[in-house]
Structure formats: C-alpha cells, structure tokens
C-alpha cells in the first residue's frame, strides 16, 4: 500500500479532532432543521397557491416554484448573504448584515422549498373529489379538510419523495462552510490547516456523513413504510 | 310545525355552461317519509341531489329545512341575503349523504371516519361521539370492522360504514347517492337490508337508486325525473303500476325481464 493511502485511511487523527468535528455536525444538524422547517412551511404555502382556483395565485405559485428549483444550492447562498442584505439595506437606508447561519437557512430553505411544493402538488392532486365531497357535505370547512383530510393523505403519498429530498437538503447542508457556518466541513478545514493532514481528515468527513445519512434514511424508511402502506389498497 | 316539511326542494334550477340540467324540481319530504327518485342516466337525478346540500349550488330556486332556507337568509326586513360558506356548512350538516363510491377517508379507521365529523364539526366530546359512533356501527353491522382501514373492507362493508359516518352526524335526513350502483350484485342486498331497516325506523330520506324493487318497498313517494324536470310522480303502485307518461313505461319496461 502506499503511503498516500495509507495516510488517506488512518482515521485517528479524526477522532482526536473528535470534539471540535462534533460541535460542526451539530451545526449541520441544525442547518438542517431549520431549512427543513422552511422548505416545508414556504413549499406548503406555494403548492397550495399552485392548486388555488384564481389565476393570479396559481402564477405565483409556479413562479416560486421555477425560480427556486432552478436556483443552485451555492449560488442561492452567496446571494442571500452577500446580495440580499445590500437590497434590504437599500431599501431601509441602513447596513444590514446577515448572520452566516441565518442566511444559510434561508438559502437552503427556499431552494427546498420549490421541491417540497412540487412534492405537495402531486399529492393534493392526487385526491380524489369525492374524499373532499365528504368532507363538505359533512359541514367541514376548508380548512378542516386540508387539515383532517387532504394533508395527512398527501405526507403519506409524498413520504418516500420527501424521505429523498430531505436526504438531499441534509447533503446541501455541507456547503454552508462557504459562508463560515461552523459545520463539520468547516471545522474539518480548520483542523487541515493546521494539521496539514487533509487526507484522513476529509475521508473521516466523507465517512461520517455516510453514515450518518444511511442510517437515518434507513430507518425513517423502514418506519414510515408500513404506517403508509396502511391506506393504500 | 308538524306540516312544515323537513326538506323542500323549491323550483330548483342548474346549468352547467349551456347546459341545463335542472329544469324547475320541486318536490317536499316529509318526516319520517323515503322519496325515491328514479330515471336514466343524465336525468338530473346527481345533480339534484348535489344541489340539496350546496355541493354544486343551484342557479336558482331553494331547498328549505324545516322551513329554513338553506342558501340564503330572510332579513330583518324580508329581504334574501345568501348564505356565506360558513353559514351552508352549519346547515349542511343536518343532511347525511351517501355517495356512490363512498368517499370513506382512506387514512382513517372506520370508526375514525364514523366520529370525525361529529367531533369536529358538531363539537362533541371524544368520548360521547365514540360511544354514538359505535351504536351507528352496530345498526349497520359492521362494529367488529371498527379498528380496520377502509382499504381492508369490501364494498358493501365500505358502503354500511359510509351510513353509520352519516348516521353519527345525526342528520334530520339522509340522501342516498346511488348507494348500490358501484357494488357487486352480491353484495347490494347487504347495503339495501340496512336502508330498509333505516326506513322502517322512521328515518328521513331521499333515495336516488337503480333498484326499482327495492324504491316500490320502501319509498312513501316516487319521482322520475326526466331531462331536468319531474316527469311524473306519485305512490309506488301508483308509478310502477299504472305509468302515466310514455317515458316512464319506457323507462320501466327496461328494468321488467
């Protein structure tokens, strides 16, 4: 073996770095949550102005949808934390600076945002007339059956895509060291800095990551499939 | 009160686009009483029914329950305002409907769909609507598929668990969308033994079926609808065995082999 790879694979470096790597996943983690409770909330709200009955809605809606499934993860974030604060700074006449972990939530949450809107679509559409007929002749409003009836089948019907794209988003959450968010990659290049080991240091990363992601996805996938598979004849 | 009857339906019109499909229906149901109402296919018969409870509003005329309009309000002053949304849903829900595909919610238990809208809609405690809900389940035999999702049931199992989810709402009437039309010849008669028991028990009702025998037994009153407009109408012996109009003779003679 050479040594290269050698080095490449001794993984104690890693572990000796393990504090410091920990508190960056953590970041991620948190990253993750927050963009996750974004993309979810804002795709909610933009697929639902997607099926709307006015036009003005449905255009809008396809508009959030095509900018932000169009935007790449990297650019949204440099924009949001480089561009959009000189704008809201503009238009407020005063400095406005966005705290690094701030806009790599909005960043990555937005981007999500247009997939999870699209994931919601395909769900509510696919609803049959007469669930929602029910709920009406019944007295329930609209509200009640988006809530009782129409939600809890979509994030049912959506769960394996979803399961992917929060799987994708938990990856995207690797580039907010680009904007100095604390996370494991960025911790991981302080520590190369002044270890000047990137090898082992980077496949420790790579590992970790890896695992982390199997073995949630994994999980949340072996759970949520017999709970779905409940409803569907 | 006693003359006041539960529903009225009042020169009820509708069009979808150019076409009219409800051409002027009135008709009364009085409590206790079961109106069938029959004819072919594109008569109206869905529609009219869809119009009774503002599922497709009509273009013009009423439906009044026990006298109150249930698409507009009398003010003060005697003038007709409509109804908002709100104000139809609370109406709504005096009238119990059964669809032809049933329309059970997919994610919830039977007795979830049966306790759903009693819960949230007429607001009564878990426990209470629980206990109704189980009672309903039992008059339609079904309380030992309780726990069980619609897609583990047969049609006519999904069918009788579609009436007790409307009998838990305590309607003042039920309306019968074709209840049978989408189940298998064997599995009707279960469905039909239920809405006969429901009839006998005094329930209000307003039947739009295929089953011609099944309308002459129960039904106090029978309706051929025809193109949007009540072609003839009157007793069971009376529509079934001495026809009047052409179209109805024509109409029967398809369902006598």
């Known amino acids: 073996m050479s040594d290269a790879l050698k080095q490449s694979l001794d993984l104690s470096m890693f572990w000796e770095y393990r504090a410091i790597l920990w508190q960056g996943l953590i970041f991620n983690v948190l990253v993750f949550q927050f963009a996750a409770s974004v993309a979810l909330s804002v795709g909610l709200g933009a697929a639902l102005l997607r099926v709307n009955r006015f036009l003005p809605a449905r255009i809008v809606g396809t508009l959030h949808v095509e900018l932000f499934r169009n935007a790449p993860d990297y650019i949204m974030l440099v924009w949001v934390h480089f561009v959009l604060p000189l704008l809201i700074g503009l238009v407020i006449q005063r400095r406005v600076e966005f705290h690094p972990f701030i806009s790599a939530v909005i960043a990555l949450g937005f981007v999500y945002s247009g997939y999870f809107a699209e994931a919601f679509r395909a769900g509510i559409q696919t609803i049959p007339q007469g669930n929602l007929d029910a709920g009406r002749a019944f007295g329930m409003s609209e509200r009640l059956i988006l809530w009782r009836i129409t939600l809890p089948q979509v994030v049912r019907r959506m769960l394996p895509e979803a399961l992917n794209l929060f799987i994708s988003l938990f990856k995207a959450t690797t580039i907010v060291s680009l904007i100095a968010v604390p996370d494991l990659m960025y911790n991981v290049s302080m520590v190369i800095q002044q270890e000047m080991r990137p090898l082992p240091l980077y496949t420790g990363a790579a590992l970790t990551y890896f695992l982390i992601i199997f073995a949630l996805s994994s999980t949340a996938r072996a759970f949520s499939e017999r709970w779905r598979q409940k409803i569907l004849a | ?257």
């Open chain 2, 1 to 257: 009160m006693s003359d006041v009857p539960r529903i009225r339906i009042a020169d009820v019109h509708k069009s979808y686009g150019p076409l009219e499909v409800l051409r002027g229906v009135s008709f009364d149901v009085h409590r206790g009483s079961v109106v069938s109402v029959i004819g072919a296919s594109g008569s109206g018969k869905r529609t009219l029914l869809r119009c009774v409870n503002y599922l497709d509003p009509p273009n013009s005329g009423e439906i009044y329950i026990e006298g109150e309009p249930l698409g507009s309000r009398i003010d003060a002053r005697g003038g007709r305002k409509p109804r908002s949304l709100a104000e139809i849903n609370v109406m709504r829900r005096e009238l119990g409907v059964v669809f032809q595909q049933f329309n059970l919610w997919p994610h919830m238990t039977v007795l979830g769909n049966v306790i759903e809208a009693p819960i949230r809609v007429r607001k009564l405690p878990r426990k209470d609507a629980i206990a109704y809900g189980e009672d309903c389940l039992r008059r339609v035999r079904l309380i030992d598929k309780k726990d069980e999702y619609p897609a583990r049931l047969s049609g006519g199992q999904q069918q009788r668990a579609a009436i007790a989810r409307a009998l838990a709402m305590r309607p003042k009437a039920m309306m019968f969308d074709e209840a049978t039309s989408s189940l298998d010849p064997e599995l009707t008669d279960e469905v039909l033994s239920v809405m006969r028991e429901l009839a006998m028990d005094g329930t209000t009702m307003i039947v739009v079926t295929h089953e011609m025998s099944f309308a002459r037994e129960v039904s106090d009153r029978v309706i051929f609808l025809h193109a949007g407009i009540i072609e003839e109408e009157g007793a069971p012996a009376q529509v079934f065995d001495a026809p009047k109009s052409d179209r109805l003779r024509q109409f029967l003679s398809k369902y006598r082999k």
